[in-house]
């Protein structure tokens, strides 16, 4: 195309940016309008109200970013051009000038190929710098021209310096990762995903895709994202809002399951036992054992009547209730009810009339009928249960080794439940046995990221939260870090009652370079699993292990570090083993250099100080490794987690050490 060509054609697409922004703002108003008008359209108080609540909604939805482009890609099909963005936006009668990525039409952005053109002609990618639109590249597939990934366009966006939360990845999503954002909701899906594939970002797009397409539904049961830590959750949250999801709920799991405040740390072999599967039949057991069978019939006073339930009714009644399978507390309640309904036969046989409401309240709660259902079918709480458990662990027989019940056995027992001391392993106790007593409310879609870190026990307090829902499966078998992390995705799908959802691999890594990935790779035959080797398009980036001769100015030798990174753009991040985080902070406040954590979430410093065990799911442009050798000998599965502290780096990688490198990674 002609230069002169080229500058009208940028000139046009410019004025489309800013009339499709214009009209944005239009749709924003007229939200807006109707919000504070809603209570005098309404017909009455519940309607306005929830007139009220859609459209704060569909206000947060419409916010527009001026440094985030409108759309970022455009379609020529037959005579009509469509631009793609990340939200739908019409012109004031209604006509798209933007469609959402989701829209079926959006998906040949993504698919669309020399092979399978879709009917499509031509396919455009927009450049930005802050919102600015700054270039333009055209694949005309009708002439057999398709980029690929050797687009510039998209290989600088894949490249841009990470700074700030995660961003979306509407403008670079590739076609594997497209058919798994776009799988149908009633599909569970696991995806084992090497560092860098992008598997946090189809996750969360799928998400957004299945709100799309499935918003009502979505709106009444809920969508559940579930991440192994806050300051993770911290990075990921901006991702869903930028594409007008507001409503997703995001959580870590001790903070869905926290039914009480954790005061206490278990030992190593407290917790193994206590996160082990057969902690649940344990419970389940010394749940069940409480019932007791009906010794003796009850009489129940009624004015000047006496009504009476003979054994063997009550027998029936409760061995009715205990073969419909129901939670224990909600068999508890039929009991209850089915007794009352034979009391309310005898009245309305003596006087021919129905009892009122107050009556049949009355006789639920008077003495007979409470002292038959404390004596048959006690009540118990979640806190009770599992206290009586840790009091007397030998209530699980041989289910336990006596070794494992004086792992978990309480050395002093509380006075009282209310006083005892929980640690962050009975917490996931104290959410079995809720859910042995009652259902707990299923969501219509779960995504799990970091999911190989799942124990069993976990695993199954998720199940319980996405029962009549489906699962987003998120991980990568050789970043499990915890003592249980699995080996093997069908146990953990198993728990998670999925077992027949499908594992695909992502081995095609977007973000992290080639150099990176082989030095990461070369841990992989020692971390115990069966993990194909990650691939990188990225041949760019830098390496260096740099060997420190004394160890006392391996600090010193950091700090440079952090000092040359700070000279590129980008976010830089020092990760070293969690005892050393403090003294390398003391370092950089000594120099001057303005540094944070990823907990300091309103921070907007350049330089992160992070734990090891606190970086998984995050990235940097620039990452100093700080003596791997400490970072291994730190923790049982030590070589694991320096396999994830050296993939963080989406750019630039330097290892410092003083110590000799793990084996694995050593420099001939």
């Known amino acids: 195309m002609p230069v002169s060509d080229l500058d009208t054609e940028l000139s046009t697409e410019r004025t489309h940016l800013t009339e499709s922004r214009a009209a944005l703002r239009r749709m924003r108003g007229r939200a807006e309008a109707l919000f504070s008008t809603g209570d005098k359209v309404a017909g009455d108080a519940y309607t306005a109200e929830q007139?009220?609540?859609?459209?704060?909604?569909?206000?947060?939805?419409?916010?527009?970013?001026?440094?985030?482009?409108?759309?970022?890609?455009?379609?020529?099909?037959?005579?009509?051009a469509y631009h793609v963005g990340r939200r739908h936006v019409t012109d004031d009668a209604g006509e798209p000038m933007v469609l959402d990525w989701r829209a079926p039409l959006s998906r040949s952005f993504y698919r669309a190929s020399v092979r399978d053109p879709q009917g499509?002609?031509?396919?455009?990618?927009?450049?930005?710098?802050?919102?600015?639109?700054?270039?333009?590249?055209?694949?005309?597939?009708?002439?057999?021209?398709?980029?690929?990934?050797?687009?510039?366009?998209?290989?600088?966006?894949?490249?841009?310096?990470?700074?700030?939360?995660?961003?979306d990845i509407v403008a670079t999503i590739q076609p594997e990762q497209d058919e798994l954002v776009r799988a149908e909701l009633?599909?569970?899906?696991?995806?084992?995903?090497?560092?860098?594939?992008?598997?946090?970002?189809?996750?969360?797009?799928?998400?957004?895709?299945?709100?799309?397409?499935?918003?009502?539904?979505?709106?009444?049961?809920?969508?559940?994202?579930?991440?192994?830590?806050?300051?993770?959750?911290?990075?990921?949250?901006?991702?869903?809002?930028?594409?007008?999801e507001v409503?997703?709920?995001?959580?870590?799991?001790?903070?869905?399951?926290?039914?009480?405040?954790?005061?206490?740390?278990?030992?190593?072999?407290?917790?193994?036992?206590?996160?082990?599967v057969r902690m649940a039949e344990v419970l389940r057991k010394v749940l069940w054992s409480r019932l007791a069978k009906p010794s003796e019939p009850i009489m129940v006073p009624d004015g000047s009547y006496r009504w009476r339930i003979?054994?063997?009714?009550?027998?029936?009644?409760?061995?009715?209730?205990?073969?419909?399978?129901?939670?224990?507390?909600?068999?508890?309640?039929?009991?209850?009810?089915?007794?009352?309904?034979?009391?309310?036969?005898?009245?309305?046989?003596?006087?021919?009339?129905?009892?009122?409401?107050?009556?049949?309240?009355?006789?639920?709660?008077i003495g007979p009928v409470t002292g038959f259902l404390d004596a048959c079918w006690p009540a118990?709480?979640?806190?009770?249960?599992?206290?009586?458990?840790?009091?007397?662990?030998?209530?699980?027989?041989d289910l336990l080794t006596e070794q494992e019940q004086e792992a978990i056995r309480w050395v002093k027992p509380p006075k009282a439940v209310k006083s005892a001391k929980w640690t962050a392993a009975d917490l996931v106790l104290l959410d079995e046995a809720a859910g042995l007593l009652e259902r707990e409310n299923s969501f219509g879609h779960v995504v799990v990221?970091?999911?190989?870190?799942?124990?069993?026990?976990?695993?199954?307090?998720?199940?319980?939260?996405?029962?009549?829902?489906?699962?987003?499966?998120?991980?990568?078998?050789?970043?499990?870090?915890?003592?249980?992390?699995?080996?093997?995705?069908?146990?953990?799908?198993?728990?998670?009652?999925?077992?027949?959802?499908?594992?695909?691999?992502?081995?095609?890594?977007?973000?992290?370079?080639?150099?990176?990935?082989?030095?990461?790779?070369?841990?992989?035959?020692?971390?115990?699993?069966?993990?194909?080797?990650?691939?990188?398009?990225?041949?760019?980036?830098?390496?260096?292990?740099?060997?420190?001769?004394?160890?006392?100015?391996?600090?010193?030798?950091?700090?440079?570090?952090?000092?040359a990174a700070l000279a590129h753009e980008g976010s830089v991040a020092v990760i070293a083993a969690d005892a050393a985080v403090d003294r390398l902070r003391g370092h950089l406040t000594a120099a001057g250099i303005e540094h944070a954590t990823p907990d300091d979430v309103e921070s907007e410093a350049r330089v992160m100080v992070v734990p090891a065990t606190l970086v998984k799911g995050l990235e940097y442009d620039h990452v100093i490794v700080h003596e791997p050798a400490d970072i291994v000998a730190a923790e049982l599965r030590g070589l694991n987690r320096l396999y994830v502290v050296l993939t963080r780096a989406v750019t630039r990688l330097s290892v410092l050490h003083a110590r000799p490198l793990p084996e694995p990674i050593k420099i001939d």
């Open 120 to 167: 499509v002609s031509t396919r455009r990618r927009f450049g930005f710098v802050k919102g600015e639109l700054t270039s333009f590249e055209d694949e005309h597939l009708d002439r057999g021209e398709e980029l690929g990934t050797s687009s510039r366009i998209l290989t600088a966006e894949i490249e841009r310096p990470r700074v700030g939360p995660m961003r």
């Open 51 to 80: 007139l009220g609540r859609h459209m704060a909604r569909r206000v947060k939805e419409l916010a527009d970013d001026p440094d985030t482009p409108l759309f970022f890609g455009r379609l020529d099909i037959e005579e009509n």
């Open 310 to 365: 003979d054994l063997e009714p009550l027998r029936r009644t409760v061995d009715e209730a205990r073969r419909e399978g129901l939670p224990y507390s909600v068999g508890r309640e039929r009991v209850r009810a089915r007794v009352v309904g034979l009391l309310q036969r005898q009245s309305e046989y003596r006087s021919g009339n129905s009892p009122s409401e107050s009556w049949l309240r009355k006789m639920s709660k």
């Open 186 to 244: 009633s599909d569970s899906i696991c995806v084992q995903g090497a560092p860098g594939t992008g598997k946090t970002a189809v996750g969360l797009h799928r998400a957004a895709f299945l709100l799309y397409l499935h918003r009502e539904r979505l709106r009444r049961s809920g969508v559940l994202i579930v991440g192994p830590n806050t300051a993770f959750l911290s990075y990921i949250s901006a991702v869903l809002p930028t594409l007008g």
């Open 449 to 563: 990221d970091e999911a190989q870190d799942l124990s069993p026990m976990q695993a199954r307090a998720i199940a319980r939260r996405s029962e009549h829902g489906s699962i987003t499966l998120l991980g990568d078998l050789a970043q499990g870090t915890a003592p249980w992390a699995a080996t093997d995705w069908r146990e953990i799908l198993g728990h998670l009652g999925k077992p027949d959802a499908p594992v695909v691999p992502l081995t095609v890594g977007f973000r992290v370079p080639e150099a990176v990935v082989a030095l990461a790779n070369r841990l992989l035959p020692a971390l115990g699993v069966n993990v194909p080797e990650a691939v990188s398009l990225r041949r760019d980036g830098d390496l260096a292990v740099i060997p420190v001769a004394e160890p006392a100015d391996l600090d010193a030798r950091t700090l440079a570090e952090v000092t």
């Open 247 to 276: 409503e997703v709920q995001q959580s870590t799991l001790d903070e869905l399951i926290g039914r009480a405040p954790v005061k206490a740390v278990d030992p190593p072999p407290a917790a193994a036992v206590k996160h082990d």
């Open 380 to 397: 118990v709480t979640p806190e009770s249960l599992v206290a009586e458990l840790l009091t007397d662990p030998s209530v699980a027989g």
